[in-house]
């Protein structure tokens, strides 16, 4: 089967659908965090206020919903990033519950738990999953923790710190085409790259608002070609990167209109080079 055309992502900015509205309802959204693109090409959404996962299909239409697992309801970020694996299993991370959760693909069953000692506060936030390891990244303690796919924990990549292969809020990442890890720290506005053993590999990016610089970067999305998306929680915009580092475009605004964003999160790129956005603020997702 040929694959489809290399997307001109310099032509994105006026959304193609927008969906969600606040509230409790099913087909509704309260601060959406992460989200992705699951094996079947649903949305699955990280509804942080009401801590379940929520899909919708491409076209916007309500299709599902899951409860994280707990006993613990004194939370204030809830779920706050979900991926899959290569069975199409949900891993989700339960920030303020110091968890990561895989449930399983269609029933949203608790498949197993990731923790770690409660010393540490381990604070999950974004994850990604390759055939060998869960990578989550732990915003409290500036590092990304590698788990087996079996739940168990292996050891970290990065340490606090300003400099080469250092964090202080790692919050996004993706793997890239090439295995490589891309990271967005929140804090220090830039995307680091390592390999998959954790190497340090290069930088992306400074704090600004102009091409190839971040303010707060969130989300973190890349493409079968290498092209990186990147929501920007403070420039209210999403920044495309080509696979050298280099700003292709960006787009978007703060505001409510629709292409406008107010305080953009999670972000995924579908097969065919849509782009999904996870507009917190606005309790909505918009696909451009």
């Given at each position: 089967?040929?694959?489809?055309?290399?997307?001109?992502?310099?032509?994105?900015?006026?959304?193609?659908?927008?969906?969600?509205?606040?509230?409790?309802?099913?087909?509704?959204?309260?601060?959406?965090?992460?989200?992705?693109?699951?094996?079947?090409?649903?949305?699955?959404?990280?509804?942080?206020?009401?801590?379940?996962?929520?899909?919708?299909?491409?076209?916007?239409?309500?299709?599902?919903?899951?409860?994280?697992?707990?006993?613990?309801?004194?939370?204030?970020?809830?779920?706050?990033?979900?991926?899959?694996?290569?069975?199409?299993?949900?891993?989700?991370?339960?920030?303020?519950?110091?968890?990561?959760?895989?449930?399983?693909?269609?029933?949203?069953?608790?498949?197993?738990?990731?923790?770690?000692?409660?010393?540490?506060?381990?604070?999950?936030?974004?994850?990604?999953?390759?055939d060998k390891n869960i990578y989550v990244c732990d915003r409290q303690n500036s590092c990304l923790r590698v788990f087996t796919v079996?739940?168990?924990?292996?050891?970290?990549?990065?340490?606090?710190?300003?400099?080469?292969?250092?964090?202080?809020?790692?919050?996004?990442?993706?793997?890239?085409?090439?295995?490589?890890?891309?990271?967005?720290?929140?804090?220090?506005?830039?995307?680091?790259?390592?390999?998959?053993?954790?190497?340090?590999?290069?930088?992306?990016?400074?704090?600004?608002?102009?091409?190839?610089?971040?303010?707060?970067?969130?989300?973190?999305?890349?493409?079968?070609?290498?092209?990186?998306?990147?929501?920007?929680?403070?420039?209210?915009?999403?920044?495309?990167?080509?696979?050298?580092?280099?700003?292709?475009?960006?787009?978007?605004?703060?505001?409510?209109?629709?292409?406008?964003?107010?305080?953009?999160?999670?972000?995924?790129?579908?097969?065919?080079?849509?782009?999904?956005?996870?507009?917190?603020?606005?309790?909505?997702?918009?696909?451009?």
């Open positions: 089967m040929a694959k489809s055309p290399i997307t001109d992502y310099s032509k994105k900015g006026k959304p193609t659908l927008v969906f969600g509205r606040r509230g409790f309802s099913e087909d509704s959204l309260h601060h959406p965090l992460g989200l992705t693109i699951t094996k079947d090409k649903n949305i699955a959404i990280a509804n942080s206020k009401t801590n379940e996962i929520k899909v919708f299909s491409l076209t916007g239409k309500f299709a599902s919903s899951f409860k994280l697992h707990s006993v613990n309801l004194m939370v204030d970020v809830g779920v706050s990033a979900v991926t899959t694996n290569q069975h199409g299993n949900l891993v989700a991370s339960y920030t303020d519950n110091h968890e990561v959760q895989m449930l399983m693909a269609g029933s949203g069953k608790l498949k197993q738990t990731m923790k770690m000692d409660m010393q540490n506060n381990f604070k999950p936030w974004g994850v990604a999953c390759d079996d739940g168990k924990y292996q050891r970290d990549i990065g340490r606090k710190g300003t400099g080469d292969g250092e964090f202080m809020e790692p919050v996004g990442i993706a793997i890239m085409p090439n295995g490589k890890l891309a990271v967005t720290d929140f804090e220090n506005h830039n995307i680091q790259i390592f390999s998959d053993q954790g190497v340090f590999c290069c930088t992306y990016g400074t704090e600004g608002d102009g091409p190839g610089q971040f303010n707060q970067p969130m989300g973190i999305a890349v493409d079968r070609t290498g092209f990186i998306a990147v929501t920007e929680w403070k420039n209210n915009r999403v920044q495309v990167l080509d696979a050298m580092g280099n700003s292709v475009t960006t787009f978007g605004q703060q505001g409510s209109a629709e292409g406008d964003f107010f305080s953009p999160s999670g972000i995924a790129i579908t097969p065919n080079g849509q782009i999904v956005v996870a507009d917190f603020n606005n309790n909505r997702i918009q696909v451009f």
